[in-house]
């Protein structure tokens, strides 16, 4: 960094003075604008033009669009053009009040991230507390294992997992067999952990909280790292043992880092599609949750724009909610200095 | 370990650094536990690929292949299980996945000095407006972008991947790229200008180098999320298997092989190789950067 600084002045001199001379033309197009937005302090908003087109024009719209098409009537005859394109109020919402399968997804979206939430929480902090104590070597390979699982691909992870437990030749069953109490291989043998909700959901249990423990398991570590060992070591000259050391002193301290790692894996693990889409797949609408029947309702024959919009609507909704208090954590934390 | 010498004063010191490599012992062995249920999925995904078809299916599954054959790696690289080549969807995913991150850097870096470097009106709801679009479900917004790729011609078009891949990656990148950026000292580039040198000079001759580092680890970020998308891919890419990215030449076996496993890991296995080992190769600057784009903000 010094070098740059100490090897600047001299080069700094002939540009310095191109860009002069090139400023001493008036009559140049870029000379003006550069005037004008100096002039109205214009350059951050210059600098934002492109991310705000991008974001704007690919996400900021269709979330409007969503809503606008939740109050229409949108299926093929309308993309095609065959039939006009009309205004329908609230009916594609009351349709999916009614609807017992908006219910049933619904509930699973809850019941897996009420779930799923809290174990990710959990074994990500005992990782990390872990990482904290283990020697530098043994921390770094750990770290490193954990990390890989966080950056295999949810694809490959879905592929995985759909074949750990797969009946013919999967070793889940044959584990499960194996496992004292279970019932054997009587019950075993060839179980199929995707035909009904609840071992589907079991599956995608392990898949998530495999996936999801590694940033938790770092996000901790890095808090851990923050407080200064003197806290720890007068609570334990005092006699308080690791459970309310954790309890007393870690934990206080890590409790904004927490809130945020909280309402993440909330919108995470209500929002998650790609893995059920891959484990559960299409044509089992019964265990569907709400991203997953979303997403069919939108694209399986005949496709219900429309309804889907509303559906949509419901799940950005609910995920908005949540990320109001996240940025509301996150404004506290002085994040937006 | 201190804190347990300070704890028992009293005791000697050999059984107290018997204790205290006992305890180290176990901790380790925990460690190694942890890293090897880590591991599992992903060697079983490498071991199941090497196996012939015989072994995949026995009713007591091994951990590793007695006779190790790559002819699902040849069944899934020449293109005989798939409408195409290996090489075909490699091409396609490196090719979006790069052009997204570079046009994603550029965006996010020029909109990080924009929020590190200036105090202007907006700003604060800028930024939160890009903290609530990182949340907004994929799933939901592809059924609106669907029908605009419909009638801007986008669909089945790597292009359209491109976009959508940039503006998505743009909220975390900006957020990250901004911790990095405000992380330069802001006297480095007064005393350039001092020197004489106009913004532009500045820009390449201090910003720049200062948050390459920066650059580097907030581009693992665009490169995983572009790499690893699947939904969009999913929705966009609907007829022309030519065009199909990595992510749906797995799920292309993963539907259509009738059960073949071992090709479906050993695709699996291709896709997922060279994202674990770039990711190996840049892994310190991934948990710097995790850690100051998440925990911090």
Known sequence: ?337 | MTQLALNRPARSRRPRSRRRSARKAGLNALGVLVALITLFPIFYMLSTSLKPATEIYSLTPHLLPSHPTLSNYRAVIDGSGAPDPYWTFLKNSLFVTVVAVLLAMVIALLAAIAVARFRFRLRTTYLIMLLIVQMLPQQALVIALFLDYKSWNLLDSLVGLILVYTAFALPVTIWMLRNFVAAVPREMEEAAAMDGAGPYKVFYRILLPLVAPGLVATSVFAFIFAYNEFVFALTFLLTDTSKFTLPLYVQYFYTRSGANWGAIMAASTLFTIPVMVFFLIVQRRMVTGLVAGAVKG
């Open chain 1, 1 to 337: 960094m010094v070098r740059t600084i100490t090897g600047r002045p001299g080069r700094a001199t002939s540009p310095a003075g191109s860009s002069e001379a090139r400023h001493a033309r008036p009559s140049s197009v870029r000379h003006r604008v550069a005037v004008f937005i100096r002039r109205y302090r214009l350059a951050p908003y210059v600098l934002l033009v492109p991310s705000l087109l991008a974001v704007g024009i690919l996400i900021l719209y269709p979330t409007v669009q969503i809503l606008v098409h939740s109050f229409q009537n949108y299926g093929l005859p309308q993309v095609v053009g065959v039939q006009p394109i009309t205004w329908v109020g609230f009916s594609n919402y009351s349709q999916i009040l009614h609807d017992p399968e908006f219910w049933s997804s619904l509930r699973i979206s809850l019941i897996f991230a009420a779930v799923v939430v809290p174990l990710t929480l959990i074994s990500g902090t005992l990782v990390g507390l872990l990482l904290n104590r283990l020697g530098r070597k043994m921390s770094t390979f750990v770290a490193s294992s954990a990390m890989l699982a966080w950056a295999t691909p949810a694809v490959s992870a879905s592929v995985i997992f759909y074949w750990l437990a797969n009946p013919d030749g999967g070793i889940a069953d044959w584990v499960m067999s194996k496992l004292p109490g279970l019932g054997g291989s009587a019950h075993w043998a060839g179980y199929s952990w995707t035909n009904s909700a609840l071992p589907a959901y079991t599956l995608l249990t392990a898949l998530l909280v495999w996936q999801g423990f590694p940033f938790i398991a770092v996000s901790v570590l890095a808090g851990l790292k923050t407080i200064p060992s003197e806290l720890h070591e007068s609570a334990r000259v005092d006699g308080a043992g690791s459970w309310r050391i954790y309890w007393r002193v870690t934990y206080p301290l890590l409790k904004p880092i927490y809130l945020v790692l909280l309402l993440l894996s909330i919108i995470w693990d209500f929002g998650v599609f790609t893995q059920v889409y891959l484990i559960i797949g299409p044509g089992n609408p019964d265990e569907y949750n709400l991203g997953m029947y979303e997403y069919e309702r939108a694209f399986t024959q005949p496709p219900s724009y429309s309804v889907a919009s509303a559906l949509a609507f419901v799940l950005t909704l609910i995920l908005l909610i949540i990320t109001v208090g996240y940025v509301r954590s996150s404004v506290r934390q002085g994040a937006i200095k």
